[in-house]
């Protein structure tokens, strides 16, 4: 019952499983949901559905899934021809109508009959849950005329159809990040515990040692909590060619911000020189020398840098290659510095990694990170992590 | 056992239909929505309407799991051992409840709120399937199982500061409460303040709906909020009129501050007047 709904769900790319599609198919059983389609929608929603943002798919697939079933139950021949003739007149769409009148109504009555029983057929299997199946077609369970629909103007107040056309879910779909928790789980890596600061928390198996070292006196001993004391410092390539990076960058760095509590981050473009900036929108007043920064975090913080490494190789080698203005110093030589001071250091580049060789800057900065280059994707993400929690 | 709905809390059909089919096939149900949308309130709601105990859990980041079920509180029995106390000699003196095994052991059905769950730690919610799923757990200390007697509804709220765990989702139903359109928003008002003037109820429905539509705002004012600032209206007696903007000026609400709770946000809002007023 319902496989293909299912299936259907499944082809329009919502992650449904196995195990939901089981207590929908319970909740049905035990009665949860009347026999209205507005109350299977509710239902087959709250069992298939657990993010928002999926919603609008939903709507779509189950609108595209149920367009024939709402005009399903057994409408073969009991119709009273009045009442068909309402109903045509009711759903048919303007053209339908005009050409209605051009055809007159006996041709269409039988056109508009061949169609339902088409319908029928292609959704023989879903028909158990919408109505009797028995003689009258909108009989004993209330289901309303106005659920049979052919045009898209619809009669109804609060027919099934309006809820899921509405797609009022429309523009959640893509605000909500996607993925950080994939990205969270992958920079757990990174987490190295360690007991620092105030003794907050008893612990047990010194507390047991003392007592018994005090000959059976109790001698509480307490300890400091666990947290995670990996520090990093993010580099973030910032504007350029990286604006077609943005998504994953911002989930990337949303995902460190909560992850990391030591976390300093600092902004460069494309290639680092003697300054980075803190704030993109006061880059030019606000910039910190990087000797600055090189001094003031020490070597036990992580260096991550993020950028696509897509430049002229002028812009690296060169003294005076910066695309912003006359850098004294070459950007290799800032890299060293950076390399020397954090010996911990992994570059995450967006970009595809086929297309690596054939970008000559990217080679030239992937000799210079020593081959610790990995693409920003979950699995050049661990490599790096366990590269870095080494 | 079916809920209906309450005289104090207006539950949409979707959301009625969601809580019961949590309540019949005893699974959890997860709601999200925008803050002060009434998703803790449905947990208090749906417990008084079914006659059922509520018993609360409420996340903070440095929640565990564990202490949902039980906490052994070894420096007690250390004391108690030192003074001699015939208690020590059982380990289970020294167990303290959680909510959940409150709930397992409770005579009757309960209802549980596990309060903003996307607060604790990225793995707490994977701690929790098992006991969840089949309603049980084993206490180390004592070598037993604990099983639910009946088991209990369970109300999980979210705000969607973390992703929740796909094994964990699969275990629950899931509403999404959203944001309460112009009807059923006068439905919530009428069901707060049963007395207020029509008239006031409509001016300040109107200007609250277009405070929300300000683009850039980075809280928009939510349910909640509307109830606190009509409670303020009413206790200083405005007329309906100073909502209004009759002469083509724009006006600014009166007592705004109940509704924007951010200083940019009052900022900003304060400045699209101020443009307002000069192009017009």
Known sequence: MLIDFFHHLKASRLPVSTKEFLTLLEALQKHVAGHSIDEFYYLSRACLVKDESNYDKFDRAFGEYFRGVEKLPGLAAEIPEDWLRLLAKKHLTPEEKAKLQSLGWDKLMEEFRKRL??????????????????????????????????????????????????????????????????IKVA??????????????????????????????????????????????????????????????CEELFSAARSEFKHLEYFYFHNCVYDHVWRDNRRRHSERLPLWDVLHKYGPDYKLILVGDATMSPYEILQPGGSVEYMNEEPGATWMRRLLDAYPHAAWLNPEPERLWPYRQSIGILHSLMAGRMFPLTLDGLERAMRLLSK | MRFEGSGDYVATPD??????????????????????????????????????????????????????????????????????????????????????????????????????????????????????????????????????????????????????????????????????????????????????????????????????????????????????????????????????????????????????????????????????????
Not at chain 1, 195 to 202: K, M, N, P, T
Request: proline share 5%; aromatic share 8%; hydrophobic share 40%.
């Open chain 1, 117 to 182: 029983q088409e319908q029928k057929k292609r959704h023989a299997g879903g028909s158990k849950w919408i109505g009797t199946g028995g003689s009258s077609p909108f009989g004993a369970h209330g289901y309303h005329p106005e659920g049979i629909r052919i045009g898209p103007e619809s009669a109804g107040n609060r027919t099934a159809v309006k809820v899921w056309e509405n797609r009022e879910f429309r523009n959640l779909d893509d605000k909500i990040e996607l993925g950080t928790r994939n």
């Open chain 2, 15 to 280: 959301l009625m239909l969601a809580v019961n089919a949590a309540i019949t096939l005893q699974r959890p149900l997860l709601v999200k929505g925008e803050p002060g949308t009434g998703k803790t309130m449905l947990a208090e709601t749906v417990a008084a309407a079914l006659g059922l105990p509520l018993l609360q859990w409420h996340i903070k980041s440095t929640t565990k799991a564990q202490q949902g079920l039980y906490e052994y509180d070894a420096v007690s029995r250390l004391r108690d051992s030192q003074l001699g106390d015939d208690r020590v000699q059982d380990i289970g003196n020294y167990i303290v409840r959680g909510v959940l095994w409150q709930a397992f052991a409770a005579e009757s059905p309960t209802v549980i709120l596990i309060d903003e769950i996307d607060k604790a730690d990225i793995e707490f919610p994977n701690d929790l399937l098992r006991e969840l799923d089949r309603m049980e757990f084993y206490v180390y200390e004592t070598r037993e199982l604990v099983k639910a007697r009946h088991r209990p509804i369970v109300f999980i709220t979210s705000n969607n500061e973390k992703e929740l765990p796909d094994a964990f989702l699969r275990r629950c139903f899931f509403h999404y409460i959203k944001f309460p359109d112009k009807e059923t928003m006068q439905s919530i008002i009428d069901v707060h303040f049963p007395g207020l003037k029509k008239a006031l109820i409509r001016e300040a429905l109107e200007v609250f709906f277009q405070l929300r539509d300000i683009p850039g705002l980075k809280k928009k004012p939510s349910t909640s909020e509307l109830l606190d600032w009509l409670k303020l209206l009413v206790a200083e007696d405005i007329p309906p009129e100073a909502l209004q903007a009759k002469d083509n000026k724009v006006a600014i609400p009166p007592l705004h501050g109940a509704l924007l709770k951010n200083e940019q946000d009052v900022h900003l809002f304060e400045r699209l007047v101020f443009m307002a007023r000069h192009n017009r």
């Open chain 1, 187 to 248: 920079l757990r890596r990174l987490r190295r515990f360690a007991r620092e600061g105030a003794s907050e928390e008893l612990d047990l198996d010194g507390t047991i040692s003392a007592t018994a070292k005090n000959a059976g006196w109790l001698d509480l001993m307490m300890r400091p909590e666990r947290h995670n004391r990996v520090k990093v410092l993010l580099f973030l390539d910032i504007g350029g060619s990286m604006d077609d990076h943005i998504r994953v």
